[in-house]
């Protein structure tokens, strides 16, 4: 029998790998199976070839941006009375690191520190921790018996009575009062309203430790008119507080060591002189 050359050998060999008349010799099932594998060969051919083409766009970009970088130090070098813009430290606003960005935003939050700097001077001036006031005469001590209101009208009641109320955990009545009769003194309106608003954060806003005991409707009517306070937006909370003092720690003040103490002591001063 003939043997086939080499050419015709490398003919047949062609001829018969071809996808094409494997699918003509093979059943229809297995034809269309061949053809799905040779659909997915390509299929993840070009899957890999994007996968290539998006490497070699992120590597564009980042050599891009290390180009923008570098024009960027260039830019703050070159220019004294922008310098440090392109060196950003840790009070950088975004990560936008192209010459652009002059991060404006750092001059808006300097300017919303400005006042809230004020905010806080005003709570050191707040509420002073004791009242300045004369030594009471025995005369005067024994008047706060007569009324709630001839206790409230000295400051050497007020630091009497507060001293009582700090032992029942109960000064924040007292403190909030003072604080209500300090603002009704303001007549400046940015003042009038940083004030109530820290009145009513220390003393109003539930989740204060210091929140005093006010019904519903006073609440109400106070976070209506917190968008626009005076210094009367907290009358109704300042009287209401009044009468509980009035009405719940004023008698046990007058009965209380505190009181029988300073009198007793003031006496004794008075007859030795």
Request: aromatic share 6%; with cysteine; glycine share 2%.
């Amino acid at each position: 029998m003939p043997r086939l050359s080499q050419d015709n050998q490398e003919c047949l060999q062609k001829h018969f790998s071809s996808p094409s008349m494997w699918k003509q010799c093979l059943p229809l099932p297995r034809a269309e199976g061949n053809n799905a594998n040779i659909h997915q060969t390509t299929r993840k051919e070009e899957s890999s070839k994007a996968v290539c083409d998006i490497k070699l766009m992120g590597s564009e970009r980042i050599e891009m941006r290390k180009r923008q970088m570098s024009a960027a130090l260039e830019t703050s070098d070159s220019l004294p009375g922008q310098h440090g813009m392109g060196n950003r430290g840790s009070n950088a606003c975004c990560f936008c690191w192209c010459c652009c960005c002059s991060c404006s935003c750092l001059t808006v939050r300097n300017q919303e520190q400005t006042p809230r700097t004020a905010s806080h001077e005003l709570r050191r001036d707040d509420t002073p921790n004791h009242e300045e006031s004369t030594t009471p005469t025995p005369e005067e001590v024994s008047s706060w018996a007569q009324s709630f209101d001839k206790l409230m009208l000295t400051p050497a009641g007020r630091n009497a009575f507060r001293e009582f109320l700090r032992t029942e955990f109960s000064e924040e009545n007292m403190l909030f009062w003072m604080a209500c009769e300090e603002l009704k003194k303001e007549a400046n309106k940015s003042i009038i309203e940083e004030k109530a608003r820290i009145i009513y954060e220390d003393y109003i806003s539930i989740l204060s430790p210091k929140e005093v005991s006010l019904d519903s409707r006073v609440r109400e009517v106070i976070n209506k008119n917190m968008v626009q306070p005076s210094q009367h937006i907290f009358d109704d909370a300042q009287l209401q507080i009044y009468t509980l003092m009035h009405r719940d720690s004023y008698p046990r003040f007058m009965n209380s060591a505190v009181y029988k103490d300073l009198l007793q002591s003031l006496s004794e001063k008075s007859a030795e002189a």
